[in-house]
T-cell receptor, first 117, second 112 residues
């Protein structure tokens, strides 16, 4: 079946540095990928919709300049957390809808846990 | 305003018994509903789905029921196993390539 791979799974960085998280669809093409963030004991919150070849669509309250999304190819979307601060520490998850898998079914990456010191 | 609600944050069930997880939604445009299972520090994995044209979908030990008039769906797990202990998210979407809206999740604990 369709697989979405995310890398790195864990990253620890110093405050003020930037971190890039990659999301790849391994056996299908994804024109659209979604980035979610999960706070402790809370639901998955949609951050942005990543569209191949065009600008991402951000949800209200998500800083575009802080969370840079690039969807350069049909199998790769990246999320860059710029000038990270401790409050950016969270679990980030990407997802993509598999082709031919039925309306609505979404495949998730393994998630990336970011810790900003 | 929460469009997808899971009002029970946690549920404990004995091994072998039935687990029933509930989910309510408010948006009548939702056309497709899904359940995801999530273990700590892992991404959610798809469990089972149902489209609005059906009222029941079964896959092994998992059955999802949809009551459109009540805007309510439920996930039944029977028999429950300790490995089913996880957080279960209900999600919904209108048709098309749109993002899912998630509930806050219900933590299921299956006690041996």
């Amino acid at each position: 079946g369709a697989v979405v791979s995310q890398h790195p799974s864990r990253v620890i960085c110093k405050s003020g540095t930037s971190v890039k998280i990659e999301c790849r669809s391994l056996d299908f093409q994804a024109t659209t990928m979604f980035w979610y963030r999960q706070f402790p004991k809370q639901s998955l919150m949609l951050m942005a919709t990543s569209n191949e070849g065009s600008k991402a669509t951000y949800e209200q309250g998500v800083e575009k300049d802080k969370f840079l999304i690039n969807h350069a190819s049909l199998t790769l979307s990246t999320l860059t957390v710029t000038s990270a601060h401790p409050e950016d520490s969270s679990f980030y998850i990407c997802s993509a809808r598999g082709q031919g898998k039925g309306t609505g079914e979404l495949f998730f990456g393994e998630g990336s846990r970011l810790t900003v010191l | 305003d929460q469009q997808v609600k899971q009002n029970s944050p946690s549920l404990s069930v004995q091994e072998g018994r039935i687990s029933i997880l509930n989910c309510d939604y408010t948006n009548s445009m939702f056309d497709y509903f899904l359940w995801y299972k999530k273990y700590p520090a892992e991404g959610p994995t798809f469990l089972i789905s149902i489209s609005s044209i059906k009222d029941k979908n079964e896959d092994g030990r998992f059955t999802v029921f949809l009551n459109k008039s009540a805007k309510h769906l439920s996930l039944h797990i029977v028999p429950s196993q300790p490995g089913d202990s996880a957080v279960y998210f209900c999600a919904a979407a209108p048709s098309g390539n749109t993002p899912l809206v998630f509930g806050k999740g219900t933590r299921l604990s299956v006690i041996a």
